[in-house]
């Protein structure tokens, strides 16, 4: 029987997915849209995001606020020691070995994690203050699950002002349109394509907390299926769409989530299926993606 209350309270948590999924989208979506290139990695700086977090708050007792802007620095750090070390100097080769290099650093980080903090998944206690439960007529929720909404909205808004409003963000756009072109007008690309790293390795880390934040459970492989969807939420909204890319990242968390609440409870296990069934059927219907504009393929 239908009740409205579980149905708002599935969209809810299908929308707190979705505000993860788009985060991890907008720095896949600007990396794509410059180099061309699925970065896996992206997925492995949730992880690297989410046990930085885990020792710098809750090991090592820093103040919330410092031990979030020291995961803000680790994620852009890492995002620049990325591309300096595994992407610049394979610019202008074929996009097939920055995709192998992408599936190899992943590889390579997410081993190396294993091995520093053990196979087995931490669990990730939500901070005091993000965990205050609150009950009404038709929700239930925690301090945490509005943070995560209003903080990943904040992000996307002022993500999408950068791009659109700043001299950088513009270049990035110009970047994104023809690197060569925007080489020989003067825009320094190196810059304007680490910069891109560092933000959105920065939001991806930050990501991290988030997930362990609201899941309680944070482990060495979490962010490749995590991230895979991510890229999946960029196709559905249209590559190269910074509001397309949030869009995805919505209707993916929603569609999971909704699916797994209504479908019969067999089907549950079947919840990543359905999510690249929901690719297939954008592709097929609108091959752009659903904000996405057809352009020729840069050669």
Known sequence: MFSLSYFLQQSMNGIILGCIYALL????????????????????????????????????????????????????????????VA??????????ALLITSLGFYTFIENFTKLIVSPQPYAFKTPEFLATLYRTPYLTFRTVDV??????????L??????????????MRATAENLEVANLMGIEVNRVISVAFVLGSAIAAFTGFLWGAKYGQIS?????????????AVVVGGVGSIPGAMLGGFV??????????????????????????????VLLIRPSGIMGIREEVRV
């Open 147 to 156: 943070f995560i909404i209003f903080s990943s909205l904040l992000i996307m």
């Open 158 to 171: 002022a993500f999408h002002l950068f791009v659109k409003r700043t001299k950088l963000g513009i270049a």
């Open 252 to 281: 993916l968390g929603l569609a999971e989530i909704l699916s797994i609440a209504f479908l019969p409870t067999r089907f549950a296990e079947y919840r990543d299926g359905i999510v690249f069934a929901i690719l297939i059927l």
């Open 25 to 84: 989208a907008l720095g896949m979506t600007v990396v794509y849209g410059i180099l061309r290139l699925i970065n896996f990695a992206h997925g492995a700086l949730i992880t690297l995001g989410a046990f930085f977090m885990y020792f710098v708050f809750f090991r090592l007792g820093l103040p919330f606020v410092a031990a979030l802007f020291l995961v803000l620095g680790f994620g852009g750090a890492m995002g620049l020691v990325l591309d300096l």
């Open 220 to 232: 060495y492989d979490m962010g490749f299926l995590t991230g895979v969807k991510a890229f999946v």
């Open 87 to 96: 992407y610049r100097k394979l610019r202008g080769g074929p996009e097939v």
